[in-house]
């Protein structure tokens, strides 16, 4: 299955475990969020963007015009490891990984969590590719995927045993967008991918047709 198969096999599966009543209000939240514009004002193809550093899961630094240096990156925003949109999302780039190389990228996933928290999520779905840690979301605060978690997720959230605050190390319940974007060598964005639907998630083959066009 492709990723965009595993999410609907997914979502058949939710609607079988999770309360009706939470399914609803988590639509409607995302329907809430979809409405005020945000995913709207993110930074778009064509824009230039600036060199960040960020520590991977293993506190090493790492920056975007070190990682230029040998090609486009393709850089995947994720909520966290305890997402399970997320996870299918990165299993499914870690399956595409060996063609995104060939095309000549180098593949980078970023969230929010600790550098500890991302070594779990790598370590869970046997990720071959550098996980970044963004404390804070500094760095998608300047892509503009920045949002917070709604008040009234908070308490289902809490019932699943889902503590954000501690894997992202700070009380803010901040959030990337899901996104993917590819950046150029000369760190123009060729292709950018922003969903404020937490279901909603790029296909990796389409970043693979992108980079080889």
């Not at 609803?24 to 778009?44: F, P, S, W, Y």
């Not at 060939?102 to 600790?114: F, K, N, Q, R």
């Not at 999520?121 to 500094?138: P, Q, R």
């Amino acid at each position: 299955m492709n990723l965009t198969e595993s999410i609907a096999a997914y979502e058949e599966a939710k609607k079988q475990k999770v309360p009706a009543d939470i399914l609803e209000l988590m639509a409607e939240v995302t329907q809430d969020l979809i409405a005020t514009g945000l995913a709207e004002q993110t930074t778009k193809e064509g824009a230039l963007v600036n060199n960040f550093a960020l520590p991977d899961q293993l506190g090493n630094e790492l920056s975007l015009d070190h990682l230029l240096e040998q090609g486009p990156v393709v850089l995947s925003f994720y909520r966290g490891g305890w997402c399970p949109y997320c996870n299918l999302e990165l299993k499914a780039l870690q399956d595409k990984l060996p063609e995104i190389n060939a095309a000549g990228a180098t593949l980078v996933a970023i969230s929010p969590e600790t550098p500890d928290s991302a070594q779990d999520t790598k370590t869970a779905s046997d990720l071959s590719f550098t996980v970044l840690s963004d404390a804070g979301n500094n760095v998608a605060k300047v892509f503009g995927l920045v949002f917070t978690l709604s008040e009234k997720l908070k308490p289902v959230y809490n019932k699943f045993g889902l503590d954000i605050p501690a894997r992202n190390g700070d009380q803010s319940w901040e959030l990337p967008f899901p996104a993917t974007f590819v950046i150029q060598p000369d760190k123009t964005v060729s292709l950018a991918f922003v969903s404020a639907d937490y279901t909603e998630r790029l296909e990796p083959q389409n970043i693979i047709d992108h980079l080889n066009k």
